[in-house]
């Protein structure tokens, strides 16, 4: 019997939102003034995170480091606050709540440990770190800290993939069988990272290419649908030479613990990208294009695939408006947890090394 099965935005929390991060750490009270400090200036979203830093009600800039003392000024100057050249500042300040951090991904591994040391709240730019080790020995101390985090994974807020997760979790797509990610824009054919992003496209920094940027955030998602990974191989290549020695574009392939199997495209070489996200089952299928949601299922009335389906949940606020709500002690379901953050660097260090190789590669755990 078909039945249509749209859950309410508490049942999705409760149930197939397994991914919700629900620490018991102390809340600070939506009545108090919270006081933030902005560790790293030199991510390209870093501009949106000052804004709402500088917007959101109860949350109060104090303070803003970079080993780049002009970037450190600069941004001060636009959060209104104090540029400091010594971190220990920051660290030993008991009214600091918490820290955001922009740094350089090579960076990400001495700011955080410091940060769970003197237990700060922290936002952290994605990717959590270089390496799965690093990333792993982050996602240990910050458990420990018992304090809050989460990471730039915006596409969790997108009510597509919020209504996804809901429907794989019944069951309505069948048995999944494969699923596919695509994240690609014409960075490289453009010269985005050219000036002051240019770090970006410098593997020693970042960590990764294009394939990695962007790839990223896809497979945050197919994870957050499909778990674990076991395995993966891949294809990354230079296309443009743009920025020598960065990689421009890539396709993974993937087998999940589950036994459905994943592929994964992203790139800055790509002058379009209209299908997003594809989930096939043995009861269902479903497809991202142009932004809109194609959802077919044999369980579910209405759904038949023919035109888009507007019947979504509603979406959640962006990663670093949740971080500070969860600051002001209202619920915080969606962070994502440190662990997650974790496998997703370990996931895509296998396809690196899966793609220089030409062989599988077993993802590692902690």
Not at 268 to 283: A, C, K, M, Q, R
Not at 313 to 336: N, R
Request: with cysteine; charged share 20%; glycine share 10%.
């Amino acid at each position: 019997m078909k039945h249509e099965t749209l859950l309410t935005r508490r049942e999705a929390l409760g149930s197939a939102v397994a991914g919700a991060t629900m620490l018991a750490t102390p809340a600070l009270g939506q009545d108090k003034n919270i006081s933030v400090a902005l560790v790293g200036g030199a991510h390209i979203h870093t501009p949106q995170y000052v804004d709402a830093m500088k917007k959101t009600k109860g949350i109060t800039p104090k303070y803003a480091w970079d080993y780049n003392k002009e970037r450190a000024q600069r941004r001060a100057g636009e959060l209104g606050c104090k540029a400091v050249d010594d971190l220990k500042a920051i660290w030993d300040d008991p009214e600091i709540a918490a820290v955001v951090i922009c740094s350089e991904t090579n960076r990400h591994h001495d700011l955080v440990l410091a940060a769970a040391f003197a237990k700060k709240h922290m936002f952290v730019e994605k990717p959590l770190g270089i390496t799965a080790k690093e990333s792993f020995a982050m996602a240990n101390a910050i458990e420990f800290s018992n304090r809050l985090f989460t990471t730039g994974y915006f596409m969790r807020t997108m009510r597509e993939h919020i209504f996804l997760k809901e429907q794989v979790a019944l069951g309505n797509f069948g048995t999944v069988t494969r699923i596919r990610g695509s994240n690609c824009h014409s960075g490289s054919l453009g010269g985005w990272f050219d000036g002051e992003y240019r770090w970006m496209a410098d593997p020693k920094q970042s960590g990764v290419g294009a394939f990695g940027d962007l790839g990223t955030h896809s497979l945050d998602i197919m994870m957050w649908l499909m778990g674990e990974v076991d395995s993966v191989t891949a294809d990354i290549k230079i296309v443009t030479n743009h920025y020598p020695t960065c990689d421009e574009s890539g396709e993974a392939l993937m087998k999940f613990h589950n036994g459905a199997t994943g592929t994964l495209a992203a790139g800055w070489v790509d002058v379009d990208n209209p299908v997003t996200l594809e989930i096939s089952g043995t009861h269902g299928f479903a497809s991202i294009v142009n932004g809109r949601l194609f959802y077919r299922s044999e369980k579910v009335q209405g759904a038949d695939g023919n035109k888009p389906w507007d019947r979504l949940p509603s979406s959640p606020p962006q990663p670093i408006h949740q971080f500070f709500d969860a600051l002001a002690g209202k619920p915080h379901d969606f962070l994502v947890k440190p662990a997650e953050a974790a496998a997703r660097v370990a996931t895509m260090e296998a396809a690196y090394k899966g793609a220089r190789s030409q062989s599988w590669v077993k993802v590692a755990k902690m």
